[in-house]
T-cell receptor, first 115, second 110 residues
Framework: DVKVTQSSRYLVKRTGEKVFLECVQDMDHENMFWYRQDPGLGLRLIYFSYDVKMKEKGDIPEGYSVSREKKERFSLILESASTNQTSMYLC??????????????FGPGTRLTVL | GIQVEQSPPDLILQEGANSTLRCNFSDSVNNLQWFHQNPWGQLINLFYIPSGTKQNGRLSATTVATERYSLLYISSSQTTDSGVYFCAVERRYNFNKFYFGSGTKLNVKP
């Protein structure tokens, strides 16, 4: 089974702190994603990566950056956390075979609260 | 981007009832998936269904790509079906970028 793990289930940070959220997948998937989930808005894509050191902006990249130094690990960085970044953050991975195998596998999520 | 609209936003069922969830999308897609998010937040893929019909136990899904909608059928619902159901699409020629609807929150009462 594919396993996607996230470094923390719950996280509380102060405004202005630098925050790192880490995601690791064990299935050698090329693609990895960071989403945030807010009530009534569904999941919105922050960034995704299709290869090591490659990244592309999603729909809401402002205030975030990412790092992918190894294939299995994708990090989301909040450079200076703000209260409007309080949210559930979900990491996902999928292969890029161009067919039915391109299903996304999600981690358990990190609920971040910024005070 | 592509607009993805799900209906209804909320649904309450008695155990054993059937239901249909709908997903409308505004452009041609390569990929359409249905997910279930359980009450603990874990998202699980249910179907990869860019077109046609698939069945998996009590769940089935149909996508009519030419009319830009997909339906998820839940038969003989159980309390474990509770949670939020999301539809996600990958726009044609815009690979690896998935757009999610806002979800249907289902509560199945015993």
């Amino acid at each position: 089974d594919v396993k996607v793990t996230q470094s923390s289930r719950y996280l509380v940070k102060r405004t202005g702190e630098k925050v790192f959220l880490e995601c690791v997948q064990d299935m050698d998937h090329e693609n990895m994603f960071w989403y945030r989930q807010d009530p009534g808005l569904g999941l919105r894509l922050i960034y995704f990566s299709y290869d090591v050191k490659m990244k592309e902006k999603g729909d809401i990249p402002e205030g975030y950056s990412v790092s992918r130094e190894k294939k299995e690990r994708f990090s989301l960085i909040l450079e200076s956390a703000s209260t409007n970044q309080t949210s559930m953050y979900l990491c996902a991975s999928c292969p890029s075979s161009g067919g039915p195998a391109d299903t996304q596998y999600f981690g358990p999520g990190t609920r971040l609260t910024v005070l | 981007g592509i607009q993805v609209e799900q209906s209804p936003p909320d649904l309450i069922l008695q155990e054993g009832a059937n239901s249909t969830l709908r997903c409308n999308f505004s452009d041609s897609v390569n990929n359409l998936q249905w997910f279930h998010q359980n009450p603990w937040g874990q998202l699980i893929n249910l179907f990869y269904i860019p077109s046609g019909t698939k069945q998996n136990g009590r769940l089935s899904a149909t996508t009519v790509a030419t009319e830009r909608y997909s339906l998820l059928y839940i038969s003989s619902s159980q309390t474990t079906d509770s949670g939020v159901y999301f539809c996600a699409v990958e726009r044609r020629y815009n690979f690896n970028k998935f757009y999610f609807g806002s979800g249907t929150k289902l509560n199945v009462k015993p």
